[in-house]
């Protein structure tokens, strides 16, 4: 699965969009986008995952550059709930009778969402 | 409602000691992984299993144990031979060979070393 690069942390203020970026320089043409956040002391819950589209959920927006070699998840009215870390992954796509084998986490962007 | 409990939420072990973790999912999902997040730190795969009886090393798997007898459990056992247990343990399922790989987590366990 290709490297991800996130800034370590972002600062967003309550009501405006939070935009975070994903550098995946290396991913190659079968890797999905995947972002996931994880809220203090709770499991990661998912976000949003795209190939090369644009998409949009009730949750937020991802936006892929053409060359696919970074990407950028929206939330479009942040709240003070959004506060977390999120998670940017790549990975090969499992497709049916192929298994599963997890998803690599690395560290993440601490998102803090100011009042 | 459907979805992923972890048993407990905080446990203490002694030097030498063998413990156990639950994990338990009526989501009827064939996957289930577990993973280790220590402070600051992203998540690492333990182990994973794609169908019961049956299971993979992930990443760190050296003192751990798991076992798959029942497509809704996934016990982790944390063995003595674990020389830094202490962390934040959790648990994960996902519909094996589907295309939409989303994982779906429990709320975790926090293991500390007495």
């Known amino acids: 699965d290709a490297k991800t690069t996130q800034p370590p942390s972002m600062d967003c203020a309550e009501g405006r969009a939070a935009n975070l970026p994903c550098n995946h320089s290396?991913?190659?043409?079968?890797?999905?986008v995947y972002w996931y956040r994880q809220i203090h002391s709770q499991g990661p819950q998912y976000i949003i995952h795209?190939?090369?589209n644009n998409e949009t959920n009730e949750m937020a927006s991802l936006i892929i550059t053409e060359d696919r070699k970074s990407s950028t998840l929206i939330l479009p009215h942040a709240t003070l709930r959004d506060t977390a870390v999120y998670y940017c992954?790549?990975?090969?796509?499992?497709?049916?009778?192929?298994?599963?084998?997890?998803?690599?986490f690395g560290k993440g962007t601490h998102l803090i969402i100011q009042p | 409602d459907g979805g992923i409990t972890q048993s407990p939420k905080y446990l203490f072990r002694k030097e030498g000691q063998n413990v156990t973790l639950s994990c338990e999912q009526n989501?009827?999902?064939?996957?289930m992984y577990w993973y280790r997040q220590d402070p600051g730190q992203g998540l690492r795969l333990i182990y994973y299993?794609?169908?019961?009886?049956?299971?993979q090393k992930g990443d760190i798997a050296e003192g751990y144990s798991v076992s798959r007898e029942k497509k809704e459990s996934f016990p982790l056992t944390v063995t003595s031979a674990q020389k830094n247990p202490t962390a934040f343990y959790l648990c994960?399922?996902?519909?094996?060979?589907?295309?939409?790989?989303?994982?779906?987590f429990g709320s975790g366990t926090q293991l500390s070393v007495l």
């Open positions: 994960a399922s996902s519909i094996a060979g589907r295309v939409n790989e989303k994982l779906f």
């Open positions: 795209g190939l090369k």
């Open positions: 992954i790549v990975r090969v796509k499992m497709y049916s009778g192929g298994g599963a084998d997890g998803l690599t």
């Open positions: 299993s794609q169908i019961v009886n049956d299971f």
């Open positions: 290396t991913i190659s043409g079968n890797e999905y």
């Open positions: 989501l009827n999902h064939d996957a």
